[in-house]
Nanobody, 122 residues
């Protein structure tokens, strides 16, 4: 059973930066992947970025490439989403997710965090 705890988020002006963290707690170690998704107001949840727990495989949505960086701190069982040069359209609730493989398909992720609000003002 994987539990995910998110932190970070908040409000920032366009061009600014925010950092999200997600810590996983699981009873049994498994090879896995973790990802960030987001849900903008009135829209469906969309993929942002994903990373394998080894760190060897990383994927980004086209909309965040060059601005967001996903990384992991294995000593803390934590993944980080560093968001730079943020845009008003990045405003969303951001969710951390855990699955077995790196993919942009949300149905492949079986454990989800509670979500954290990110607001970017123009």
């Amino acid at each position: 059973q994987v539990q995910l705890t998110e932190s970070g988020g908040g409000s920032v002006q366009a061009g600014g930066s925010l950092r999200l963290s997600c810590t996983r707690v699981e009873q049994t170690f498994t090879t896995s992947a973790m990802a960030w998704f987001r849900q903008r107001p009135g829209q469906e949840r969309e993929f942002v970025a994903a990373i394998s727990w080894s760190g060897e495989t990383i994927e980004y949505a086209d909309s965040v490439k060059g601005r967001f960086t996903i990384s992991r701190d294995r000593s803390k069982d934590t993944i980080i989403l560093q968001m730079n040069n943020m845009l008003p359209e990045d405003t969303a609730v951001y969710y951390c997710a855990h699955g077995l493989v790196v993919t942009n398909m949300d149905f492949a992720y079986k454990a989800w965090g509670q979500g954290t609000q990110v607001t970017v003002s123009s």
